[in-house]
């Protein structure tokens, strides 16, 4: 049985900075794509960031985190992470770790974070609360 644990959320100040990490569990970690969502209240779920596989040498941003949020894998320790620099109020939203496809090209990763598609085992999420 597949099981992603988060941890690191919490609340921060405007410019501040936490880092996520995902303990996964019940699959051979590096075969998947992993992927971090978000979502606020009264809004959708947004893909985040995602990493490909093995190595994890692709790596997909939306726009509005470009330039301050890092993804991260460490497969010996099975654990996904998400560094997440000069944090705006905007980001705060539950944030969900979850397992995708087999996937190792950019376009690949990029297509699957933006629809989520071929996502089938998440966390329960870690919540993270920016205050202006």
């Known amino acids: 049985q597949v099981r992603l644990v988060e941890s690191g959320g919490g609340s921060v100040q405007s410019g501040g900075s936490l880092r996520l990490s995902c303990a996964a569990s019940g699959l051979t970690f590096d075969d998947y794509s992993m992927g971090w969502f978000r979502q606020a209240p009264g809004q959708e779920r947004e893909g985040v960031s995602c990493?490909?596989?093995?190595?994890?040498?692709?790596?997909y941003y939306t726009d509005s985190v470009k330039g301050r949020f890092t993804i991260s894998r460490d497969n010996a320790k099975n654990t996904l992470y998400l560094q997440m620099n000069s944090l705006e109020p905007e980001d705060t939203a539950m944030y969900y770790c979850?397992?995708?496809?087999?996937?190792?090209?950019?376009?690949?990763?990029?297509?699957?974070?933006?629809?989520?598609?071929?996502?089938?085992?998440w966390g329960q999420g870690t919540q993270v609360t920016v205050s202006s």
């Open positions: 990493i490909s596989n093995r190595s994890g040498g692709s790596t």
């Open positions: 979850a397992a995708g496809p087999r996937y190792s090209l950019l376009s690949s990763v990029s297509y699957a974070c933006r629809t989520a598609s071929g996502f089938r085992n």
